[in-house]
């Protein structure tokens, strides 16, 4: 795959997903979600990293028509019945191991979309009509590690490729309530990350263990946290980093989005 001279360098988005109930509603969340399909150029193709599908090693998804994948459980039938048929792009994914070369990445044909990514493009862009592949996430490995893998996918983003992370900066589903606007460790942290942000201070946002016990809480595992990484990593010196919505939901979830461009 060549990069064009004509081709404009493509956005790179983190989504704080939060619940997949969002993929069904309408609230301050979704509508900047959708903003951004109306208002950024159109993708040849998406590369997502989501939460939801974590392995030992590296894969992306190589297969035609990658299936929707409902991985939870307790909602309404109306979730279940939803499906994101985007096709898939086997080209796309081979790119994706030569640039991560030596990184040996499997070619996997039995993954789909799960919803820590169908969840939000079905909102960016309803039609499905744009490919997508998604690479999972190697939770063996340490935050600087993923932080990297981010730094080499950048190059995707000169040849038309989206590249999208799916997760949260707090989640602790362990601790969530209803009766509170955040708990304090969960609003600390999450304002810790953002400051972090904003001031262009990856090597805080990096070393997030840092933050201690309020770390601990918000990020009890991995996963929902290391797909801003990949983000982050993609970004340039020209480019501009914006947090075009914020907000903690049931006291433990944060719903904070970055947008690289």
């Known amino acids: 795959m060549s990069t064009m001279s004509t081709t404009r360098r493509m956005p790179a988005i983190f989504f704080g997903h939060g619940s997949p109930m969002n993929a069904l509603e309408d609230n301050r969340y979704t509508k900047v ?23 030992r090693g590296t894969g992306v998804t190589a297969s035609q028509a990658p299936v929707t994948i409902h991985d939870f459980g307790g909602f309404p039938q109306a979730l279940f019945d939803v499906r994101y048929p985007a096709p898939g792009d ?35 862009y ?26 080499k996918l950048q190059a995707l983003r000169d040849e038309g490729v989206m590249i999208i992370g799916s997760g949260n900066v707090v989640h602790n589903l362990r601790r ?5 606007a955040g708990h304090g460790w969960a609003i600390r942290f999450n304002n810790a990350i953002r400051q972090a942000l904003q001031e262009g201070d990856m090597q805080t946002v990096i070393n997030y263990q840092a933050f201690g016990q309020d770390a601990a809480l918000s990020v009890p595992t ?24 914020d907000g903690i939901e049931l006291g433990a979830i944060s719903m904070l989005s970055v947008v690289v461009s």
Do not use: C
């Open 176 to 180: 969530l309530d209803r009766d509170t």
């Open 126 to 151: 309803p039609d499905a009509d744009i490919p997508v592949i998604q690479l999972s996430i190697d939770v063996e490995k340490p935050p600087a590690y993923h932080f990297a893998l981010g730094q």
């Open 33 to 55: 979600w959708e903003d951004f399909g109306k208002n950024f150029p159109r993708p040849k193709a998406i590369l997502a990293v989501s939460a939801h599908w974590t392995t």
């Open 222 to 245: 991995s996963e929902h946290f290391l797909p801003l990484l990949y983000v982050l990593g993609t970004r340039t010196e020209q480019d501009k980093l914006e947090i075009p919505v």
């Open 90 to 124: 086997p080209a796309l994914a081979r790119r994706v191991a030569e640039i991560l070369s030596p990184l040996p990445v499997a070619m996997d044909q039995q993954w789909g979309l799960d919803h820590g990514t169908w969840s939000v493009l079905v909102k960016t």
